[in-house]
């Protein structure tokens, strides 16, 4: 079956450091990628995707390539803010069999902290 | 504006009470979802519907009902029968691969 993989957290950085969240998956066919972000108590919100090999997603300053060699899709940041703290959840999706509709799988949630 | 509504935030139920979460999109969405979240923990599917009047079980349906009688709407129903049922629920729609989630409906069983 399909599974995600995500650093484990909490992680604390101070602003304008540089992020990565790592994201590795396992799947059988050619899934889409995705990174969710949740802020306290509300919920998820795309951040970014790529639907093949090699796209980049970019958002807010936030970018993940799609590597199928690796099987990797890391988040990245150059410069976070105080407003980045949030939990980072990475997700893929693939075709669904005839008649079902496509179901994410998600990995455990990367908790990032911002301190100013 | 469209988007999905969850209704209400916050839930206090008694342990051993049915209790009914609602879920509503206006963005014409076919598909749609319904998530529990446990603290420090991902998001585990507990149903989803392709169509009105059609529905699947996810990975944790066990103690839960649904119904998708419009398009609309696709509310959840925590029953007596869910061994722990306090968690966050969330409620998504989708179109082509991509999910539009809810503001969520924290639940809690006393």
């Known amino acids: 079956g399909n599974s995600v993989t995500q650093m484990e957290g909490p992680v604390t950085l101070s602003e304008e450091a540089f992020l990565t969240i790592n994201c590795t998956y396992t799947a059988t066919g050619y899934p889409s990628l995705f990174w969710y972000v949740q802020y306290p108590g509300e919920g998820l919100q795309l951040l970014l995707k790529?639907?093949?090999?090699?796209d980049k997603g970019s958002n807010k300053g936030f970018e993940a390539t799609y590597r199928k060699e690796t099987t990797s899709f890391h988040l990245e940041k150059g410069s976070v803010q105080v407003s980045d703290s949030a939990v980072y959840f990475c997700?893929?999706?693939?075709?669904?069999?005839?008649?079902?509709?496509?179901?994410?799988?998600f990995g455990s949630g990367t908790q990032l902290t911002v301190l100013p | 504006d469209g988007g999905i509504t969850q209704s209400p935030k916050y839930l206090f139920r008694k342990e051993g009470q049915n209790v009914t979460l609602s879920c509503e999109q206006n963005l014409n969405h076919d598909a749609m979802y319904w998530y529990r979240q446990d603290p420090g923990q991902g998001l585990r599917l507990i149903y989803y519907?392709?169509?009105?009047?059609?529905?699947q079980k996810g990975d944790i349906a066990e103690g839960y009902s649904v119904s998708r009688e419009k398009k609309e709407s696709f509310p959840l129903t925590v029953t007596s029968a869910q061994k722990n049922p306090t968690a966050f629920y969330l409620c998504?729609?989708?179109?082509?691969?991509?999910?539009?989630f809810g503001p969520g409906t924290r639940l809690t069983v006393l």
């Open positions: 519907s392709q169509i009105v009047n059609d529905f």
């Open positions: 998504a729609s989708s179109i082509y691969n991509e999910q539009f």
């Open positions: 997700a893929l999706s693939e075709p669904p069999r005839s008649g079902s509709a496509r179901q994410l799988t």
């Open positions: 790529a639907t093949k090999a090699d």
